[in-house]
């Protein structure tokens, strides 16, 4: 059992690119969640999904869509990458929105030039 | 506004030595406090959770502490080990049917041999 993966693990992206970072579960959790994580800021909620089909934004979702077809999947796009952009970005999952763990992925690093 | 301040920043103990994390919430209403280990390039990984009517929990040489009327919690780390060495982040979740969680910017835990 993997768990939680994502890809790629690191990116170097042309401002202006459209980018998409790959999250997938295998744990059947129903909820998905898409962060940011910044040096001196706490991770920030990008968007999050319920359950497959529906989606909602977070704390910080300019920029940035999501998409959730499958139970397994929950993909990020940044259809215009920005060089705020730059981040470590986390996918998590949860058996549920109320539960009370998220299990996050390894991270991908995202630089926009 | 809701904010999770961690204190110290950063800590440098010798191997072998406890140390205690500190985390201050203003989150309301309050449904659940955890906190996170997460290694350099990785993931954060749960520690322990705790509700309001939690005073301690413990989990191997982690033992969190809880105080839900001065709105603070600690985490203390016993006979640190050099695999200790990681970000600790305090996340307070947010009740009534909320569930936002509120993240820390970490405490950045090194252990010298």
């Known amino acids: 059992i993997a768990g939680i993966t994502q890809a790629p693990t690191s990116q170097i992206l042309a401002a202006g690119r459209r980018m998409t970072l790959r999250c997938t579960q295998d744990?059947?959790?129903?909820?998905m969640y898409w962060y940011r994580q910044d040096l001196g800021l706490g991770l920030r909620l990008i968007h999050y999904?319920?359950?497959?089909?529906?989606?909602g934004k977070g704390e910080v979702p300019d920029g940035y869509s999501v998409s959730r077809a499958n139970t397994d999947d929950f993909p990020l796009t940044l259809a215009s990458a920005v060089p705020s952009q730059t981040s470590v970005y986390f996918c998590?999952?949860?058996?549920?929105?109320?539960?009370?763990?998220?299990?996050f992925g390894p991270g991908t690093r995202l630089t926009v030039l | 506004k809701n904010q999770v301040e961690q204190s110290p920043q950063s800590l440098i103990i010798l191997e072998g030595k406890n140390c205690t994390l500190q985390?201050?919430?203003?989150?309301?209403?309050?449904?659940?406090l955890r906190w996170y280990k997460q290694d350099t390039g990785r993931g954060p990984v749960s520690l322990t959770i705790?509700?309001?009517?939690?005073n301690t929990k413990s989990n191997g040489r982690y033992t969190a502490t809880l105080d839900a009327d001065t709105k603070q919690s600690s985490l203390h780390i016993t006979a640190s080990q050099l695999s200790d060495s990681a970000s600790y982040i305090c996340?307070?979740?947010?009740?009534?049917?909320?569930?936002?969680?509120?993240f820390g910017t970490g405490t950045r835990l090194t252990i010298i041999p």
């Open positions: 998590a999952s949860s058996e549920d929105i109320r539960s009370d763990t998220q299990y």
């Open positions: 744990m059947r959790h129903n909820a």
């Open positions: 999904s319920n359950t497959a089909g529906t989606t």
């Open positions: 985390c201050n919430y203003t989150v309301s209403p309050f449904s659940n």
């Open positions: 705790m509700t309001f009517s939690e």
């Open positions: 996340v307070v979740s947010q009740g009534g049917g909320n569930e936002k969680l509120t």
